[in-house]
């Protein structure tokens, strides 16, 4: 069985270096790629996954709609982080088409899952809260 592609648009260093550990310990093989250049790489070798910082330099929400008006790059599954304070954001990568956009605190939760290719919910961002009371 190979290992799923992910292709990783997250300029932060600290943090794409946790995803690529991560991705070595669940078996996801990880291509760090620039905003300035991903668009680039994804569509010289579609990835089975596309995991983008919303907040990334550039364009991150161009990048996901040339993704999904590309017929190569259309299907692709692309799962955005971003601020848990920034919900305007959130909205707008929805529109644009991220099937995905986690909060950065959920996103670290559920990395290992994510690069396993486990599906959330589309739009999926809840936080833990406080137990119900029933």
Do not use: C
């Not at 799923?4 to 070595?24: K, S, W, Y």
């Not at 760090?32 to 910082?53: F, G, N």
């Not at 986690?102 to 996103?107: D, V, W, Y």
């Amino acid at each position: 069985m190979t290992s799923p592609r992910v292709v990783a648009v997250v300029p932060d260093l600290f943090f794409a270096t946790r995803i690529t550990a991560t991705a070595g310990q669940v078996g996801a093989e990880i291509e760090l790629a620039p905003p300035a250049t991903a668009l680039a790489a994804i569509r010289s070798a579609p990835p089975a996954l596309v995991v983008l910082d919303l907040h990334a330099p550039g364009d991150p929400l161009g990048l996901v709609r040339a993704l999904r008006s590309d017929p190569a790059t259309r299907a692709l599954r692309v799962i955005g982080f971003y601020s848990h304070v920034d919900r305007a954001l959130r909205e707008a990568a929805l529109a644009a088409g991220v099937d995905e956009a986690i909060p950065r605190s959920a996103f670290t939760r559920r990395l290992p899952s994510i690069l396993k290719g486990q599906r959330g919910e589309r739009g999926e961002d809840r936080e833990p809260g406080p137990p119900s009371q029933v």
